[in-house]
């Protein structure tokens, strides 16, 4: 069964998205996170995105990020695989080359490294990126009230991982569907079934 990632800045709306098409692909599709699927990730996300920890060095962060990457991998996402059942993550991998590589000027090869460890190679086989304009995507996070640690980051860092993401992409155009995050929550929704569906996942309420 296919495993299908949501990605894309803060504000985008992704998990709203993820939430969407996994409610309509039926119950049998696991819908996790990251970070926090799990006991230990929930801890590892309160030091990521509270505000205690202000001064995290970047690698601090990333290895946290992995840290709880692998317990994901291996308590949720590839039993569920194994379980026959799709899966459908907000967040993966791609966040970290996204956030840390490009955003925090990380070494991309070392980061990937860091994949291989902590989740033996998985990757997605497809990627829904919900693109939305820096300014968007900050609006909305400004309307939500509280900002966690990332969300209030400077313009700046939010500028160089929407470009992180666009070089992703470039680098992969396979494995990755854009569609317009703009507009109302069901629209979006929409777009988002035709572009999995195009890709031959998605048929009715079910999967090719």
């Known amino acids: 069964m296919p495993f299908i990632t949501f990605e894309g800045i803060e504000g ?3 998990s709203t ?8 692909l039926g119950p049998d599709t696991v819908l996790t996170c990251e970070p926090g699927a799990t006991p230990l990730g929930r801890e590892v996300r309160q030091l990521l995105l509270g505000h205690a920890h202000n001064d995290m060095a970047p690698a601090a962060e990333a290895l946290l990020y992995f840290a709880d990457r692998a317990q994901h991998v291996g308590q949720v996402v590839r039993p569920a ?7 459908i993550s ?3 991998t791609d966040s970290s080359l996204a956030y840390q590589g490009y955003g925090r000027g990380l070494d991309l090869d070392l980061l990937r490294s860091l994949h291989a460890l902590a ?8 990627t829904v990126f919900l693109d939305v304009p820096v300014e968007v995507g900050l609006r909305r996070v400004r309307r939500r009230g509280e900002h966690d640690r990332l969300e209030a980051e ?8 929407c470009d992180g993401y666009r070089a992703l992409i470039a680098q992969e155009p396979g494995r990755w569907v854009v569609v317009n995050g703009r507009g109302a929550p069901e629209a ?7 572009a999995v569906e195009a890709r031959g ?3 009715g309420h079910g999967l090719r």
């Open 119 to 126: 989740t033996g190679n998985l990757s997605p086989d497809l």
């Open 201 to 203: 996942l998605v048929v």
């Open 90 to 92: 907000d967040r993966y």
């Open 154 to 161: 400077v313009r700046e860092f939010h500028d160089r991982v």
């Open 188 to 194: 979006v929704a929409r777009r988002v079934r035709e």
């Open 17 to 24: 998205q993820a939430r969407a098409l996994a409610d309509l």
């Open 81 to 87: 695989l194994a379980a026959g059942r799709t899966v």
């Open 12 to 14: 985008c709306g992704k």
